[in-house]
Every structure is written in C-alpha cells, then in structure tokens.
C-alpha cells in the first residue's frame, strides 16, 4: 500500500484513551473499528511506526501497530476464544518435556527450564508435572481453571501479549513469565528454542532456521515493548 498520509500525531482522549490521526482522520483498525489504545504511552509509539513509513506502507514494520489491531479486532472482540487457545498449552507446555538424550541436553533443561518451572510454583501455587521422551504427561487437575482465571483478569491488549509470547515460546509459563516480567524477551527466546540452540552447537546453522528464531526473536521483542508501554500508562 502507498503511503496517503502526510502527518501522524497521536491524542489523549478524556477518559485517558489515546488515538492515532494521520491527516487528522482517526486511525481505524483492518476490520475498521476504531483503533482505540489505552493509553497515551503506547499512542505515541504507534503513531511513531506509521511516522516512520516511506513511501509504501510495510506492516512488517509495525509490530505494535499489528498487536494493537489484534486486541481489538480479534482478541477484544472474543476473549474467550483467546484465553482458551494460551490455557490448552498448559496440557503440553513445552518445559513439561525433556529429552532422554544426550545427557548434555538433558542436563541443560534441567538447569535452565527448572527455575522457570519453580517460579510457576510459586507464583500461581501448581506444580507443573514434568517428564523424558515423547510421552504425554498428565497435568495437575488444577492447572486449567488456574490458567483460566488468570486469564480472565487481564485486558484484551495484555491477553494478546500473552497469547503472542506463549506462542512464541511453546510455553504458557514463559508466556506468564514475560507478561509478568520475570524474564525478558532475550531469556524466553533462548529457552523456547533451548532444543534447537543446542543442535545449532552441535552441526552448525541453517539459514532458513535462523531466519524463523530471528523472526520469532522480533515478535517477543515487540511484546515486551508493548507490556512496557501498557504498564507505563497504568
């Protein structure tokens, strides 16, 4: 799409809102609803990708502006669906499965997945059951409702933040663990991909991989600017 805007600026609305102009026209989102963000922090920030647009408008370039649009024209629109999708990976989280071999790899999940595990714990009061190998683990019977309920006490914008990061991760509890900001994006991309790192070690890189954990790295960059930006306006 061509660029068919000259100026971009961003408005605080009375009841603390903010929205983004382009030509003093209001931004609307692809399903055209009005692209309405929280607050004036992460206005800002928006306005400031479609600023930097030349002359044709990439999306690519505008992670904020794409997980904005998606609170509002799919997650706020159908929370449930949403919650329902970040609560299924608790029955086969990523963290829950360990490798039987080689012992190194095995011994690297351990180190690094046991204390995001731990933190799980004792944050949320539920051990996540783990195991070795291909075979499926049953979870604790509270787990579900837990995932659920938290969930349910977070804004469309911070459950897109969520789901984008567990996701991102194979893990709702490195999805919980970045929204809280217990990790930061780095330290969730490194352990998602903890598997494949490790071959990356062992035989060496593969463009097309590298590509795919670059990309996955800029969507939980994206995340955690965008957690910053919704908690810098309360």
Request: proline content about 5%; overall charge negative; charged content about 25%.
């Amino acid at each position: 799409m061509k660029r068919f805007y000259k100026s971009v600026t961003a408005e605080k609305q009375p009841d603390g809102s903010a929205i983004v102009l382009l030509d003093g026209r209001r931004l609307k989102t692809p399903a055209k609803a009005d692209f309405v963000l929280p607050g004036l922090a992460l206005g800002e920030a928006v306005a400031a990708e479609w600023a930097a647009q030349g002359n044709e408008i990439k999306p690519h370039e505008m992670p904020l502006t794409r997980l904005a649009a998606t609170a509002i024209d799919r997650v706020q629109a159908a929370p449930r669906h949403a919650a329902e999708e970040v609560v299924r990976y608790g029955d086969t989280d990523l963290l829950s499965y360990r490798a039987d071999e080689p012992p190194e790899l095995a011994a690297r999940q351990a180190q690094e997945w046991q204390p995001i595990l731990d933190w799980f714990r004792e944050r949320y009061d539920v051990q996540i059951a783990v195991t070795s190998g291909i075979v499926a683990v049953k979870q604790p019977a509270e787990l579900q409702p837990r995932l659920t309920r938290i969930c349910a006490t977070l804004d469309a914008f911070r459950l897109t933040a969520l789901h984008t990061a567990t996701a991102a991760t194979g893990s709702v509890v490195l999805g919980l663990a970045v929204l809280e900001g217990a990790i930061d994006a780095a330290t969730a991309h490194r352990l998602g991909l903890l598997d494949e790192l490790f071959q990356v070690e062992r035989w060496g890189e593969d463009e097309e991989a590298a590509a795919r954990r670059a990309a996955l790295r800029s969507e939980l960059d994206a995340v955690q600017r965008f957690l910053a930006l919704l908690n810098a306006q309360g």
